[in-house]
């Protein structure tokens, strides 16, 4: 680990203007760390999030609720500026109750949840289970005519899996080593096709299902123990999925599988879930803290608010929301009144294919052009193609860096680099003074899947931190588990510090972040490569 500069940060003063007014207790680390750990306040906000306010799908009463609830935070910590910026989204819908229960060949309850933004049952739906697996639409054709008033099982039972991983983990000194690895980007339209074909296969299949006249359809959870989540992507207007549909978790869906080789089995459903389409716009919140020097642009630091319905939201990602939240109050409550603005961003629409931070790329820091291909216009921009050229806006040059958090509640454990290679000394000696917080690790194996994604994709200074695992990949990520007792106090307060330190560091530095060039059309990574006609 390098020390370079560890004495010197703690002398760094907030006001590196010229123009801000001295001040007779700089802002220091020491500040920051004395406001989260003595007087923090993010295990309640986490709470607040989880408990009182639950899981939030983007446009559900909930994420409404936490919308605003956000908002008067950040004006009670004196943030600035406090708004929300709306983009086009699509229905609310949320979840009253949902019962699923076995009733031949003998009553027994089932663990489910109903599939996002599909239809309530209204009333018990009673009918027989057909196990009719079907992956892709060739499928299709061995069931027609087969399906007419069954429950249709479209999942295949695949085997239970044995458990590779530890079910709770911290990452060693040598994991940590093993993510100090750069990978090559890879360049390759086909595996991109692949993804979206099974995108598209669930409405293909919802479709097929209506007209063959099946009454609702049973999903079998992928994780074991008997989780849940049930993600669906109906969301657009107009794209709501016709029947009803549940996910089982995955004990039970075999069971029925099992019983439904050797008898009749026959189910009750009864899902009341409902629409809202008041406002089909989602919204980002946005808070500041305004810099000394206007012509200095702004740093961010955002995590995404909304999470979907199976549990409270907590691990995905209430926690990453509360330390962004925390690192706000915090920087205004010592009195911090940096060189840039610092911005803080809580997003919507994340799960949705990160919608929220995309929304903000696309209202600030730059466009691409439209898909060429017509077919792709309803796909959310995370699996469009990357179009070229690329237009920079204005704001473009504003924005100094990004800091996202969104990897579960585990603690801070360094930063990934991102194909960043000449911000590696920055990191390095500003991470530098929380050696002791296990926090100094910077590595240079990129992440992908959440909100700093379409900022580094345009060559921004746009980051996620390392954090420790904790049970989040294995239980929690997106399951009923999801609740605040997966949290760990401790981490959300050390995250926390290292959060507002480095973003303290980002709006102070003389020096602006170093950026990657805006990228322009790469080559084929396998120019040489045929596509195996076994596995089209
Ligand atoms: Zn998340």
């Known amino acids: 680990m390098q020390k370079l500069a560890a004495g010197s940060w703690a002398f760094i003063l907030l006001t590196a203007s010229s123009l801000a007014a001295p001040q007779s207790d700089p802002v220091t680390i020491n500040r920051i760390a004395d406001a989260a750990f003595n007087h923090g306040e993010v295990v309640d906000i986490a709470a607040h999030l989880a408990d009182q306010i639950g899981g939030r799908m983007t446009n559900s009463p909930a994420m409404r609720k936490a919308e605003r609830w956000t908002q008067d935070q950040f004006k009670s910590w004196g943030l ?26 003998r009553p027994l309850e089932l663990h489910g949840i109903p599939i996002a933004w599909t239809p309530a049952t209204n009333g018990v739906l009673s009918a027989a289970i057909i196990v009719a697996p079907m992956s892709t639409d060739k499928d299709f054709a061995d069931w027609k005519g087969k399906l ?19 079910p709770f983990e911290r990452l060693s ?35 097929f299902l209506a007209e063959e006249g099946a009454v609702a359809w049973i999903q079998m959870s ?48 009864d899902s009341r879930v409902h629409y809202e389409d008041a406002d089909h716009n989602a919204y980002n919140i946005l808070a500041d803290i305004p810099g000394t020097d206007p012509q200095a642009g702004y740093v961010m630091a955002g995590a995404h608010l909304d999470s979907w319905v199976a549990g409270d939201g907590a691990a995905d990602n209430g926690a990453g929301a509360a330390v962004v939240m925390e690192a ?48 792709m216009a309803d796909l959310p921009v995370y699996f469009s193609p990357d179009s070229y050229p690329v237009q920079t806006l204005p704001g473009f040059s504003e924005l100094a860096a990004y800091f996202n958090i969104d990897n579960g509640s585990g603690k801070v454990r360094g930063i990934y680099t991102e194909g960043n290679f000449a911000v590696v ?27 700093h994604v379409f900022m580094s994709r345009l060559g921004l200074p746009a ?58 059309q790469p080559g084929l990574t396998d120019p040489f490569h045929y596509p195996d006609p076994a596995k089209k």
């Open 80 to 105: 600035k500026d406090v708004r929300t910026e709306g983009f086009d989204f699509g229905r609310g819908w949320w979840i009253e109750s949902a019962e699923v229960r076995m009733t031949a060949p």
């Open 148 to 166: 007419s008033g069954k429950i249709v099982l479209v999942t295949w039972p695949a085997p239970p899996k044995d458990d590779a991983d530890a």
């Open 173 to 207: 000194d040598a994991d940590i080593a093993k993510l100090d690895k750069y990978l090559e980007p890879a360049f390759d339209p086909e595996m991109r096709q692949k993804r979206i074909d099974r995108y598209r296969f669930r409405a293909k299949l919802d479709g």
């Open 222 to 269: 992928r994780t074991e123990g008997r989780l849940v989540h049930g993600e669906g992507s109906g969301y657009r207007v107009g794209k709501t999925p016709r029947l009803s549909a549940l996910e089982l978790g995955a004990e039970d869906y075999r069971r029925l599988t099992r019983l439904a080789k050797v008898g009749e089995v026959r189910l009750d459903i």
């Open 328 to 375: 706000a109050r915090i920087l205004a409550s010592v009195g911090a009144k940096p060189r840039r603005s610092i911005r803080f961003a809580l997003w919507s629409g994340e799960e949705q294919g990160l919608l929220g931070s995309a929304a903000y790329v696309e209202k600030h820091l730059a466009r691409r052009p439209p898909p060429t291909d017509p077919a």
């Open 425 to 451: 000394p920055m990191f390095r000696e500003w991470l530098a003074p929380f050696a002791s917080l296990g926090a100094a690790s910077v590595v240079a194996q990129p992440t992908d899947s959440t909100d």
């Open 463 to 520: 980051f996620q931190f390392i954090q420790d695992p904790l049970d989040y990949e294995t239980r929690v990520h997106h399951t009923d588990l999801d609740t605040f007792d997966h949290l760990r106090p401790e981490d959300l307060r050390q995250a926390a510090v290292v959060l507002a330190g480095v973003l303290l560091n980002a709006a102070i530095t003389e020096k602006p972040l170093p950026r990657k060039p805006v990228p322009s």
